[in-house]
């Protein structure tokens, strides 16, 4: 089996920043692309920012500029630096992990937990 964990998130005033974890344990063969969406109240679920195993990265026009993903590959954990927050960015914060897991054929996609972010005016 595969889990994700995450931490970090909370309440933090307009401008402020975050820095949310996630880490990845148990029966992994490898990590493909990891990536971050989140979920507002009464909103589809949104990709956020996204990167490759071999550290490319991309983001929604709404992060750029202001969140950085980075990962960790001996950690198995990816970041979400949030910068500049914003009320909007209100949300419940998910990562989610392509893996290849052991003892297993392909790939699939596992998720966090999620993480509330809440950002005041």
């Known amino acids: 089996q595969v889990q994700l964990v995450e931490s970090g998130g909370g309440l933090v005033q307009a401008g402020g920043s975050l820095t949310l974890s996630c880490a990845a344990s148990?029966?992994?063969?490898?990590?493909?692309?990891m990536g971050w969406y989140r979920q507002a109240p009464g909103k589809q679920r949104e990709r956020v920012a996204g990167?490759?195993?071999?550290?490319?990265?991309n983001y929604a026009d709404s992060a750029k500029g202001r969140f950085t993903i980075s990962r960790d590959n001996a950690k198995n954990t990816v970041y979400l630096q949030m910068n500049s927050l914003k009320p909007e960015d209100t949300a419940v914060y998910y990562c989610?992990?392509?893996?290849?897991?052991?003892?297993?054929?392909?790939?699939?996609?596992?998720w966090g937990q999620g993480t509330q972010v809440t950002v005041s005016s």
């Open positions: 989610n992990f392509l893996i290849s897991p052991l003892r297993a054929a392909g790939t699939r996609d596992y």
């Open positions: 148990g029966s992994i063969f490898s990590i493909n692309a």
């Open positions: 990167i490759t195993s071999g550290g490319s990265t």
